[in-house]
């Protein structure tokens, strides 16, 4: 029944389609996106900038003169023009720059307001607003990252630093090679990839299947049933794995190889599971098309439940794609070994062992499989 299982998934060739081309298609789009947003080199339109500086219009309303020497308005607007990060272009009035804003043509707009050199020279804060399109999330943080930046800078070159602490970011945990996105990022990406894509594939696999129909007509149980098609798309998730795990250290140039073993356990983990959960579906629905909306419940409610980024409780504790995502990160970026991790595992186990019983007691019940 397992051979049986293979056979039938090598002919589905859209089924070989989803389990392979869209993890590529993902992995591929994120290369792209990643290389477009971080590019390393200089600025095509001004060499002395960084390649993804940011265009900030800037207009000076201050006129006030208070600051032996020199204008500071005009001072802070060459130290922002001197910026790598800024590429800097000036307006007379800020309907001309929100009127740029809106059409793209600048990143952000920053308004040094009447007082600036005044507030500055009697201890007062200077307050710039700096405007930006509510749109643009990728430029929001840059925006005002690169902004502090170029304020600090000019606050220490006039002496205005008083006992502040100056720090210096540096990343740990972080795996050789690629970027720091690309890892953490991908992380979630490839466990992702073949906890869905196995379960997306497996979610079809006992409704409407006639040929099972007649298999059971034989001594052939139907825990054997279940059990075939369980390890049989198993088998596809670890395909799938070498696919993925390459594709993902060799585009970015991760530097994981050394744990790439123990990357297959964690992913073969993702992939059993997956396939216990797409068999369940399979049991659950009774037409190929509430099979395809179960799983878009799937995928969207793991997107939400599985990045990370929200408490969703005892299901970080039990559901397997994020004990996957938590080992595959604590393994291969801190090096902790895997059997630190063996409660984790029994879990992931014993809920694939549930899922396959369930799925069993439900599939035992049903008369027709359509």
Sequence with gaps: MFLKELRLISNDKFALLLVF?????????????????????????????????LTLGLIDIDTTDTFPGEDLSVNFTWYLSKSRDFIVTVYGTEEEALNALYFDRVDAYAVLPYGFEGNITNDIPAFVDIHISSTDFESQTKVFSAFSGVVQGFRFDHAWVKGEIATEMFQEFRPPGGTSLSATFGVFMVVFAVFIAVSATAAQAIVGDVPLNRMLLTPATK???????????????????????????????????????????ILALMSISGSALGVLISTVVTTRLQANQSFLFLLFGSVIIGTGFMDVGLLDDYYPLNLGRIMMVDVGFKNISLSEFLPQIYIILEMTLALI???????KKRQSLA
């Design 223 to 265: 825990m054997e049933a279940v059990l075939a098609k369980v390890l049989a798309y198993f088998m596809v998730g670890i395909v799938q794995t070498q696919f993925l795990l390459v594709l993902w250290l060799g585009l970015f140039g991760i530097d994981l190889w050394g744990q790439y073993l123990n990357l297959n356990i």
């Design 21 to 53: 081309v869209l993890p590529g298609m993902i992995m591929g789009t994120m290369y792209i996106a990643m290389n477009q947003g971080s590019t390393i080199g200089a600025s095509t339109i001004d060499p002395t900038k960084n390649a993804n500086a």
């Design 357 to 363: 019983l369930i799925a069993w007691l439900i599939f």
